[in-house]
Structure formats: C-alpha cells, structure tokens
C-alpha cells in the first residue's frame, strides 16, 4: 500500500511518538510487515543495573527492496522530516543518511549519489562507507566498505553510483571500535548481516556507542559489521507498516551537539529510504563478501 494516500496520518504518527516508547509495542520476535522486510523490538540491558534499552531493528532483503540515497542539495529542495520524506517519495521506510554540518545541507563525510556530489572530502577518520547502486553484475546490491580491512577499498567505491561516508561502530572483523566514553544518546544505525540482510538500527534510549556495540554483538542479529548514521535528538527511523497507522521512533539526547533540536521530527537534508521492486531478484539469498 503506498505511503502518499495516508499523509493524514502523520499527526497521528507525531502524537503516538510523543508517549512512551513502551507505547504501542509490538510482539517479540521477527514481524512480517511484507515480503523481505521484517522488525524487532529489542529490550535489553546495556550492563547489570542500567535500565533496559529500546532498540527497534528492520531486516531487509536487498534482493527485494531498492536503496535511495534522498539529499536536498541534489534536488534543491528543503530539508525535511522522515514522515516528510516518506510521504513525497513513497518509501516503505526511512533512516537518516549521515550527521551535517551546520549548513544544514553537507554530510560530514564523504557523499556522493550518480553525479551528484554532495560533499567530496573523504575524513581521515571515518573509516566506513555505505555504498549500494553497483554499477556492474556480480556486486553485493549493499554493503559497508570498512577501509581498515578493504586495501583496495578505494577500487570498490568506484564500483558504486551511491556512497555515504561515516564512523564505524561494528568493524569487519566484528569488534566493538568505539571507545567507551560517557556522552550518552539516541542512536540510528545501518549493519549488515553475515547473510547479506541490512538492517536499519535505531536505539531510543540514550546509551554510550561502546555500550550499544556490545549489546548488537550479543543480540541475534549476526551482524558483520555496522555503520554509525546520526545520533541525539536528529536521529530518527520511520517504517510503514500498513496497519492503520505507520511507527516510527526518534531520538532523545542527554548531551549532544543538538540538544536544541525541536521536540518533534528534526528536519534533514540527507536520508536513506527503501522502496519495494516490482520484481524480486533471484531467490538464492542477497550477495555477500
């Protein structure tokens, strides 16, 4: 059901945010919300006696779902919330793309999309890019290219029209490389499973990065690795459900950089959205390296 004729319902999807996050809680366990996408609600501990996390988690199928990479700067648009993005571009589901400087239109680290460039300053310390849209056969349609473990890592960023640069959180070889430190936040993140699934992460309940690490480690997600895409109030996953409403969940902040942010949806100039193929690719499992 597309998301465009239910833009009524994005007041509702503001209210139902606004409670509790054990409001509206879904049934444990993997939920079919349609061929090839599924969600979790995880609530764990981060360390005996802290409180328990809420951490939702949608698998994809990339064989079933394209990935777009959606920037204001490439359609000189304005910066817009999730729901918004959702509803003009008829996704299934939306994430953040990457943190932005202050312009409110760069990403902080490298980001290009086809021709488009939106900033073209590869940071010496973000070690991370989500690439997808290859540009040949026999590719993986998606995956996190960590430069720590890639030597030609450079040859296979040119192999792809869509590339976004980040932080890791999980490295190839499945550590933890994220220092512990005491900022604690909400967090968006994109992994990849051992099989090839993607997964869009999102923690709502302020935690340090180390410690959310651990916890993905320990959860059974088989994440082979996963990106760091946005953290504190600006954070934010949205998915249809196609229920009588759509859920989403964004992001809270104990010290961040946007602790000013508005209460509702912050409006973003980059994000990641998925949209249903009208034709599946073939049913062996999504391509894997």
């Not at 139902?16 to 366990?29: D, I, Q, T």
């Not at 199928?61 to 700067?73: E, G, W």
């Not at 999730?82 to 680290?109: C, R, V, Y």
């Not at 809270?252 to 249903?276: C, K, M, Q, Y």
């Amino acid at each position: 059901m597309p998301f465009a004729p239910r833009a009524c319902l994005l007041s509702v999807l503001v209210i139902f945010l606004s409670l509790s996050p054990a409001f509206g809680k879904r049934p444990g366990g993997w939920e079919r919300l349609q061929p090839g996408l599924w969600l979790q609600i995880f609530e764990p501990q981060a360390e005996a006696g802290h409180e328990r996390l809420y951490i939702s988690v949608l698998k994809i199928d990339p064989r079933q779902f394209d990935f777009h990479l959606l920037t204001a700067s490439e359609t000189e648009g304005e910066n817009k919330t999730l729901p918004q993005w959702m509803e003009t571009h008829d996704l299934q589901a939306a994430i953040n793309a990457s943190m932005f400087w202050k312009d409110q239109q760069t990403s902080t680290g490298y980001m290009k999309n086809y021709d488009h460039v939106n900033n073209s300053y590869l940071h010496p310390k973000y070690e991370g890019f989500l690439v997808f849209n290859p540009k040949q056969d026999g590719l993986p349609e998606i995956q996190i290219i960590d430069r720590e473990h890639h030597p030609d890592w450079k040859t296979t960023l040119g192999q792809y029209s869509t590339v976004i640069q980040s932080f890791r959180m999980i490295s190839l070889n499945g550590n933890n490389v994220w220092e512990q430190g005491s900022n604690r936040y909400s967090v968006a993140s994109i992994g990849i499973t051992k099989t090839g699934y993607v997964l869009f992460i999102f923690c709502q309940t302020p935690v340090t990065i180390h410690d959310l690490n651990n916890v993905l480690l320990d959860l059974p997600l088989e994440l082979k690795n996963c990106l760091f895409v946005e953290g504190g109030p600006t954070a934010g996953l949205v998915v249809d459900i196609q229920e009588e409403y759509v859920q989403g969940w964004k992001g809270t902040s104990e010290s961040f950089l946007w602790s000013d942010a508005p209460s509702s949806f912050a409006r973003l100039p980059n994000v990641i959205g998925i949209r249903h193929q009208t034709e599946g690719r073939a049913e062996t499992g999504p391509k894997t390296r």
